[in-house]
């Protein structure tokens, strides 16, 4: 099954024609990466734009200028620094030494300042004691290529250039690029795609160089601050690394923010950068539900952007969120991801509702998340459970768990609706909860453990992993409740110390496979890495269910990685053990910025306040973590109900809400 998406949209797939091995991607953790999409730029911490690999500025997956190459009096500036400003801008520091210089220090220093919409700054400062005659040149080149084929290795030769205004223009196959250079070159060879001045520096003064690379086709950015769908929230305690990862991961998250072009006013979180560009459904759920409380509506856009893909003729797919498959692990089929977004639809829109999504966007949702439901009502075999689309027809218990949790928050919304079925669901959801409890578990002499799975012919995949985190992911109901899970209270014990022991917590995270499980790889996607949002998942099902000492462990962890990679949390690192004076090990093809991993950060903090929303009622509930594993924390410029919304923890882990809407009740 295949899902629509943009261009530039790139899946963990084995790609046509590549040059590569099938499915490998080139390594990323090294480049810096700036996103604002659709724009990227993607360079090495050099700054030099070189045309090898990745490098270059990007326009809705076009790579629109892969070289720019600066010498100055006839020699390369001497790279001495190159670092993120923000999630779209970058800086390289180099110096120049010329043959005049009289001794070891440099007296040209060289900034770049790269923006991922298509600008570079170019400034020369001099520190000389005269007057200096250099000439500038920028080398420019292009291959206009798509960004899946520069991925592959197979992105062709750089196209021939021709002197346009005040710069460079490139054209092929309909595609065309420009650059436009201020203040205008002196020179302009198309041949060698060269740009060329002569400056004068006078002691102690600087000279700027400004390129702009654009396309012929217009583009409509995302208003990416200031317009409510991220509001500024701010997060200040005693450690002061939750200010840090709360700030970046909002800043990752509006560089992601794309429009639909069916409905350029709808907008969604991609999946990341630079391999998945375009819209995910069930990352794009997963990433909203965690924003819930930077209010609700990117959650609104989003489902409305999702509720345009659902299959709408009559069959046995109709209602279903189409979507790719995913490597589910070394012992299990792929899994659709459109299964996981089908049922992930009702879940977000009645948690939407509980955080206090205008009624408008829920009467015009609502018959969307019926198709989900009534999609999942004929999908589920005559033992309640969802089966994969696998020869075997394995019941993952991860399916299970969302299957369970769409099922009793669907029927709250139906109920609140006056809409038929509520009954019916949670009477549905009951019986799952007993077969699962009965033929999903595995008892053995440390105290049991859930399957992976079960097949058709009832043999259980006794494997642990990350999968299990999503069975203390239950869902929010009204005045401040938790819906029921699908284990008992010793199950859910059991599951809590299992996620805690040294086999699944690396010290740097929840590992997707347990490091004693036969297979495990430490860089498996679902093998053994680190995927953040289900470490969130977990520290927040975790939190939710009262193991706090579990829950501090992981959320330190995360915290401790966070800074190692200046608190842009990729999507996934090695799930290796953490020892003394060890750093998290990057994952060489991780998207960073990924969606569901700069939502985690959001999870993650927010999770130690657990705000408990019921806007409806007019009421809010904090269960905070009372352990206080981060110290004192105060959260503002959240939203509940449509307002700003500021929370308190301190050392003691006691909550105290210091900003509210007036109608809200604090609950209990």
Known sequence: MTLTVPSFAIERRPLAGSARPPGELPSVHGLLICADLPGLAVSAEHGQLTGQGLEGFYQSGRRLLSRCQLRVAGREPVAVQGRLLSAGRARFVSVVRTPADGGPDPEIAVERLRHAEGTERITLRSSAGRTLRLR???????????????AAGRSGPELPASVHASGM???????????TADPPPEDALASAGLLRWEIELLPGTSRTIELRIRTDR??????????????????????????????????????????????????????????????????????????????????????????????????????????????????????????????????????????????????????????????????????????????????????????????????????????????????????????????????????????????????????????????????????????PGLLDKVQTEQVARLLGSPAMDSGWGLRSLGARESGHNPFGHRGGAVRVHETAVAVAGLAAAGYEKETASLLRGVLDAAETFGNRLPEMYAGEQRTAGSHPVPHPAACRPAAVAAAAGIHLLTALAGIRPDAPAGTVALSPVHCAPLGAVQFSGLRVAGEPFAVRISRLGLGMIEEAADKLQLGV
């Not at 040149?137 to 899946?148: N, Q, R, Y």
């Not at 990341?272 to 459904?281: I, K, M, Q």
């Not at 009467?363 to 969802?386: I, N, T």
């Open 136 to 150: 500038v040149e920028i080398g420019l080149g292009t291959d206009l290529a798509d960004l899946g084929a520069v």
């Open 169 to 179: 223009r490139w054209t092929a196959a309909g595609a065309q690029a420009v650059v």
């Open 218 to 483: 217009g583009v409509r950015p995302v208003a990416k601050a200031g317009s409510g769908l991220l509001p500024d929230a701010t997060a200040e305690g005693d450690d002061p690394r939750v200010r840090e990862l709360l700030r970046t991961s909002l800043d990752d998250l509006r560089a992601l923010l794309m429009r639909d072009p069916r409905r350029p006013t709808d907008v969604y979180l991609a999946a990341g950068v630079p391999w998945r560009c375009g819209l995910a459904p069930a990352e794009a759920l997963w990433a909203a539900r965690m924003t819930l409380p930077l209010g609700t509506r990117l959650a609104a856009a989003t489902l409305r952007t999702v509720a345009r893909t659902q299959l709408r003729n009559p069959g046995p797919d109709q209602g279903r969120i189409p979507g790719p498959l995913r490597d589910a692990g070394p012992y299990l089929p792929p899994s659709c991801t459109g299964v996981e977004a089908t049922l992930a639809f009702p879940v977000v829109l009645a948690e939407a509702r509980r955080w206090g999504m205008a009624a408008q966007d829920l009467e015009e949702l609502l018959p969307v998340a019926e198709g989900c439901l009534l999609w999942l009502r004929r999908a589920a075999g005559d033992d309640g459970c969802l089966r994969e689309r696998d020869p075997a027809g394995h019941r993952r218990s991860e399916t299970q768990a969302h299957a369970h949790r769409a099922a009793l928050l669907g029927a709250d919304l139906l109920a609140a609706y006056n809409r038929p079925g509520a009954e019916w669901w949670r009477e549905w959801a009951r019986a799952l909860r007993r077969t699962f409890q009965e033929n999903f578990w595995i008892d053995d002499r440390a105290g049991g453990r859930p399957a992976a799975a079960r097949s058709a012919a009832g043999r259980l995949v006794p494997h642990l992993g990350c999968g299990a985190a999503h069975l203390l992911d239950t869902g929010l109901l009204g005045a401040g409740r938790l819906a």
